[in-house]
């Protein structure tokens, strides 16, 4: 590492690039054999316990988390909006609307053309001027509106959504709904991973139940979720 500041990016990329395994490394497979195909206009949601999967199979699929074994085929590149998606604590609302559009690809004009209907959709200044505050003053209902605001303001081939949703409060979550109905219909494939089954039900028509990792029941949502709360039924009591 001579030459390079210890802390610093290339420094850290170096240690990446030249990771070989180690006997103190313990090697975790959070999927295993999953395989599926997903089509147009299909909302999906991944259901199961918590350490099954879900988030990683999101990221594997956005390309974030490169399998080990296996391949992902997608149209288009997959958009993931996870609870931890990029947004920037010290910026306030408005700037991180401008920038999160300019890198979904929006060119400056479409992003304020559309700027007035993201924060309106995100009802962030519902409560007050919010916009010219920094996210840190957000509680973390509005961040995650304003983060789903954003990335579905413009149609996907592929949307990823970690969660998101659920943080909002009911009228969010309707909003929301109608929003993910509107990507679908623009032709885009949804993914929602939740651990709320009403939301999975209400929202999705098809659903996927990991359990360590693998693929236990692929079908219908409402029969795969009736049939993961049957296998929960009485157990952890
Ligand atoms: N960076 C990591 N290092 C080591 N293990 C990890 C890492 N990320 C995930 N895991 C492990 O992989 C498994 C799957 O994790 P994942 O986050 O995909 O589960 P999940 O189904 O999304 O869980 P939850 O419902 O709690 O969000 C878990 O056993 C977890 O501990």
């Not at 316990?49 to 974030?64: D, E, I, P």
């Not at 053309?113 to 995100?122: E, K, L, M, T």
């Not at 089954?197 to 990792?213: F, K, N, V």
Request: proline content about 3%; some cysteine.
């Amino acid at each position: 590492m001579a030459g390079f500041r210890r802390g610093g990016a290339v420094a850290a990329l170096r240690r990446i690039a030249s990771r070989a395994p180690s006997p103190s490394v313990r090697e975790v497979h959070a999927v295993q054999g999953v395989s599926f195909v997903a089509h147009r206009g299909e909302a999906i949601g991944l259901i199961g316990s918590n350490g099954s999967g879900k988030s990683t199979l999101l990221q594997a699929v956005a390309g974030l988390l490169p399998a080990d074994r296996g391949r992902v085929f997608t149209r288009g590149q997959p958009s993931l909006l996870g609870v931890n998606a990029a947004l920037l604590n010290d910026l306030t609302g408005e700037r991180n609307v401008v920038l999160g559009a300019l890198a979904m690809g929006m060119t400056r004009h479409e992003v304020r053309r559309r700027y007035d209907s993201i924060i309106d959709f995100s009802g962030i200044n519902e409560k007050g001027d919010f916009a010219s505050l920094p996210l840190r003053t957000y509680s973390s209902g509005m961040a995650a509106r304003l983060k789903f605001a954003i990335a579905s303001a413009r149609p996907h081939e592929v949307l990823l959504i970690d969660e998101a949703l659920s943080t909002g409060d009911a009228r969010f979550q309707r909003r929301s709904r109608q929003r993910m109905a509107e990507l679908r219909a623009a032709a885009g494939t949804v993914f929602l991973v939740s651990h709320h089954h009403r939301t999975i039900t209400d929202t999705c028509d098809r659903a996927l139940w990991l359990e360590s990792g693998t693929l236990r029941m692929d079908g219908p949502a409402a029969e795969v979720v009736a049939a993961y709360e049957e296998s929960t039924a009485g157990k952890g009591r």
